[in-house]
């Protein structure tokens, strides 16, 4: 597998959602085992005749059901040459290139071959593996159990959430079943099959570890849609894009990553849930891509103390630190301070749900929002719209908390404004932030600009300092950071 935490995407916290539509394939079930569809997405809705197996008595009843099934990915691909000839065999035994070597241009160099994983879908060909095992692909083959090479096409690529469809000609393919990665529970035993380090066709046992994995510390794996399976069965590199399947003989995720092992990690491997995958794969077998439609705010997550000072019983939902001119919230009448806490009927119980839930919901789709405003819910109607690739990148929003005040301000005038790239914001320019104070820790910097001040507004000293005064224990900012708003808590302990 090529990717580990080491090259984790990123993520932005913009507010997306994807355009589902009908996926004509139909899926030949395997005759030993059980499948749980989902209507939306398979439209067959016959079943091969034979046997069934609702409840397989040993991994080997599932491994040779399923091998048919899973295919290993050769890629062949081609790299760029930046190095003088015998330069990546010095650095292998030394680290560090000669002395005094001139590094010549970029050119082409000749072909590397890659190996992934892939799974049948349908009985015409169609293969589920991971964006990155066919990215920038020269040539695909699929190789079967029985040692069948087929070449494939790259019907479709989604970067975001790394996956990608794949075909092959034919016809009458055995497939994988399709699971609920939503049903699935933590402890359950799980299967993995693959082309680890090219062996091809290796399965592994374990059990599921975690649901809804956003990242691992502060990184994460893929970007927004960040929602992974955690499982203990071996996962390594070229088992990526295969399977991994529950006790039913269903496929509940695709094998994506894994934490690296140099920083001391094991039996830590992930994969992306086979429902998101349902969502994507219409999308990539009639356009080639997701399109994405845009709601046009930016979130942060809901800590205990922005709780209290949103009047919310429980941390919960997605605090709206901005909302955009001219999108589908600010014609709605989103405000900045909102709390979304559902979406089109969905609950929003944590600010990572939001892209999820509304990358479920086309563009042009008219949907309910509930949001916790003042300590009141209140009920708005959205139009999601298309979102362009640049608008996608919008910065993350990262909550700050703190355990104790100390910064200095200065009314935020035209020429800092003009420095800053600020206009028309009007606010109290934060010029030192005191090391180890309750400002610091807050995560306060120079060049912020406080706006208000528990939801009051400030653009002079007098104003600032009236807010901030008889406020104990802590008290609530939202800053203009560069283009983007946040709110941050600054808290200290009643005896300072």
Do not use: C
């Not at 790259?154 to 079943?177: C, N, Q, Y």
């Not at 008889?470 to 009643?494: F, I, K, N, P, W």
């Amino acid at each position: 597998m090529k990717r580990t935490w080491m090259i984790a995407v990123a993520a932005g916290l913009a507010a997306l959602a994807l355009v589902v539509g009908p996926f004509d394939l139909s899926i030949d079930l395997h005759p030993n085992l059980a499948s749980a569809r989902s209507e939306a997405f398979w439209t067959d809705a016959g079943e091969t005749a034979g046997p069934r197996v609702a409840n397989p008595t040993s991994f080997a009843d599932m491994a040779e059901a399923l091998s048919p099934a899973v295919v290993s990915v050769k890629v062949d691909k081609k790299v760029e040459q930046t190095a003088f000839e015998g330069q990546e065999l010095f650095e292998e035994f030394f680290g560090r290139p000669p002395q005094g070597r001139r590094q010549p241009r970029s050119r082409r160099g000749p072909s590397v071959q890659h190996a992934g994983s892939g799974f049948v879908i349908s009985g015409d060909g169609y293969i589920v593996t991971n964006n990155h095992v066919v990215e920038n692909a020269e040539k695909v083959v699929a190789i079967f159990s029985d040692g069948t090479e087929l070449e494939a096409q790259v019907v479709g690529r989604d970067p975001k959430t790394d996956l990608a469809l794949i075909k092959v000609e034919g016809e009458g393919f055995e497939v994988t079943p399709l699971g609920d990665s939503a049903d699935v529970r933590v402890g359950e035993w799980v299967m993995a099959i693959g082309n680890p380090f090219g062996l091809e066709h290796t399965v592994t046992v374990g059990i599921l570890s975690a649901k809804g994995r956003r990242g691992f510390g502060d990184e994460r794996i893929a970007g927004p849609y960040d929602d992974f399976l955690q499982t203990d069965a071996s996962i390594n590199p070229g088992n990526s894009g295969g399977p991994l399947i529950d006790m039913q003989g269903r496929v509940i995720g695709i094998n994506t990553a894994i934490a690296n092992p140099r920083i001391g990690a094991q039996g830590i491997g992930f994969a992306i849930p086979i429902n998101m995958a349902k969502d994507l794969l219409p999308q990539l077998k009639e356009t080639g891509k997701v399109t994405r439609g845009w709601l046009g705010v930016q979130i942060q997550r809901v800590t205990p103390n922005l709780a209290k000072t949103f009047e919310l019983d429980t941390p919960r939902g997605a605090l709206v630190g901005q909302v955009f001119e001219n999108t589908p919230a600010a014609k709605a009448g989103l405000k900045t301070g909102d709390v979304i806490v559902e979406f089109a009927g969905r609950e929003v119980s944590d600010f990572d749900d939001l892209p999820r839930i509304v990358a479920s919901t086309p563009p042009g789709t008219k949907v309910h929002v509930k949001v916790m405003r003042n300590g009141k819910i209140r009920k708005l109607d959205a139009t999601l719209e298309r979102m362009e690739d640049e608008e996608a990148t919008v910065p993350a929003v990262h909550e700050s908390t703190s355990s104790e005040w100390g910064f200095e301000t200065r009314r935020l005038d035209d020429e800092s404004a003009t420095e800053l790239g600020l206009e028309d914001v009007e606010g109290m320019l934060v010029v030192e932030v005191e090391a180890g104070s309750p400002a610091a820790e807050a995560g306060l910097r120079r060049g912020d600009v406080i706006l208000e001040v528990n939801r009051k507004k400030v653009d002079r000293a007098k104003e600032l300092q009236a807010a901030l005064e008889g406020q104990t224990d802590h008290a609530t900012l939202l800053l203009q950071r560069g283009q983007s708003t946040m709110y941050v808590v600054l808290e200290r302990s009643v005896s300072d």
